[in-house]
């Protein structure tokens, strides 16, 4: 909780300095906002990672040169291997890395890939150096996310984006304070993860109650999060990407990851999903389009996977979520009629709504517990 207070007032002091410094001319705006961002970012790294994590902060700071070098310097037909391959390469060796660990690793490797993209679309030209930082570093999409674009952090710093009304963006704000704060850790105190910290008796009654909670759990504090950061942003006048739009309303597990985490299940979809399944149907016309699309589903799963964490474990739990897509896709490929029919009757979509959310709270369940958690999970509800 204190790691969340930190990060939650690092938020509102740098809202509250860029709001100011927002007003200089447009001529200074671009580097006096760039600055600060990189400023109040580097801030947050060292208070939320102690005195430790100065060589992080230091290691970061080369890795993103490194990068914006890549940037400005290779040629767009490289810019795939280079700025979209390479960040997703990197995650499992920086990630297990003794030397150093680096915070807020994923979101950043991750706004490259998506970075990458916007250059090979010629979304986006030239890369300034402060600019590029700034975006790495910005405080409101650090630590918590979102997969904001580079295009949407040129909008701010050029002033071109619209601020939301300051009631509107209060109001969501205290949404979002409400479900990092009170909801989300009242929640966690009914779930695995910490029922079996606490050492507490567990009967197998409470399972399918507590599994629900967790993902719950996850959502308020995840979209609570997602709501601050927009708000914030809001105020500022950047526009931030929204991460979830109501993900327990739907009746599989493809369009739950649709609505769930969306900037990383459609930078997953663009960077993975989609050339994978057009480079295999070149490449190997006779293979059925059926097996193309699997194949590139459980790899997209798998990226989503490596996302949250490099070991095995967190493997299988993309893998766990790609064989559930896989097989909502193939059951409304096979018998759309019987689904859609199923699906309109009073019964039939709250039964898919709750078998898709179990689904998806066994897999969340899972990842939070570890191997170990698992098994003695297992245990206790046994006996």
């Not at 208070?47 to 700071?61: K, P």
């Not at 680096?102 to 600019?131: H, N, P």
């Not at 097989?327 to 979509?349: D, I, Q, S, V």
Request: aromatic share 14%; hydrophobic share 50%.
């Amino acid at each position: 909780m204190d790691h969340v207070l930190q990060i939650l007032l690092g938020m509102l002091v740098f809202t509250a300095t860029a709001r100011v410094l927002g007003g200089v001319s447009l001529r200074f705006r671009s580097r006096i906002l760039s600055l600060a961002s990189i400023a109040a970012g580097s801030a947050l790294y060292l208070h939320v990672g102690g005195y430790a994590a100065t060589r992080s902060l230091i290691s970061f700071a080369v890795l993103a040169c490194f990068f914006w070098l890549i940037c400005r310097f290779v040629p767009r037909k490289h810019l795939y291997s280079c700025l979209v391959l390479l960040p997703i390469f990197l995650l499992v060796p920086l990630k297990r890395s003794n030397f150093v660990e680096l915070l807020g690793l994923s979101y950043a490797m991750f706004r490259l890939c998506s970075l990458g993209m916007e250059m090979i679309q010629q979304k986006v030209g030239r890369v300034a150096f402060l600019d590029f930082m700034g975006f790495l570093f910005n405080p409101l999409t650090f630590f918590v996310g979102p997969i904001n674009s580079y295009s949407h952090h040129m909008q701010w710093l050029h002033g071109t984006a619209d601020r939301v009304r300051f009631d509107d963006s209060f109001l969501r704000m205290s949404g979002g304070f409400f479900k990092v704060l009170l909801l989300g850790p009242a929640l966690y105190q009914i779930t695995y993860p910490y029922l079996l910290s606490m050492g507490s008796h567990l009967e197998l009654i409470s399972f399918p109650i507590c599994t629900l909670l967790f993902l719950f759990y996850i959502y308020l504090n995840f979209s609570g999060f997602n709501d601050i950061s927009i708000a914030l942003g809001g105020m500022i006048g950047m526009p931030i990407l929204k991460n979830f739009s109501h993900p327990f309303s739907q009746t599989n597990p493809s369009d739950f990851w649709r609505h769930w985490h969306m900037t990383l299940s459609h930078l997953a979809r663009d960077i993975v999903f989609s050339p994978l399944s057009m480079l295999m149907a070149r490449r190997f016309p006779r293979v059925p389009l059926q097996v193309v699309i699997g194949v590139s589903i459980i790899v997209s799963f798998l990226l989503i996977g490596l996302w949250h964490g490099s070991s095995g474990w967190m493997l299988l739990f993309g893998l766990y979520n790609g064989i559930g897509v896989l097989l909502a896709t193939l059951l409304k490929k096979h018998w759309p009629a019987w689904f859609k029919r199923f699906a309109k009757t009073w019964y039939g979509r709250p039964t898919l709504c709750f078998c898709t959310t179990f689904y998806i709270a066994l897999g969340a369940t899972a990842l939070g517990l570890s191997p170990q958690g698992v098994e003695r999970l297992i245990t206790a509800i046994s006996n």
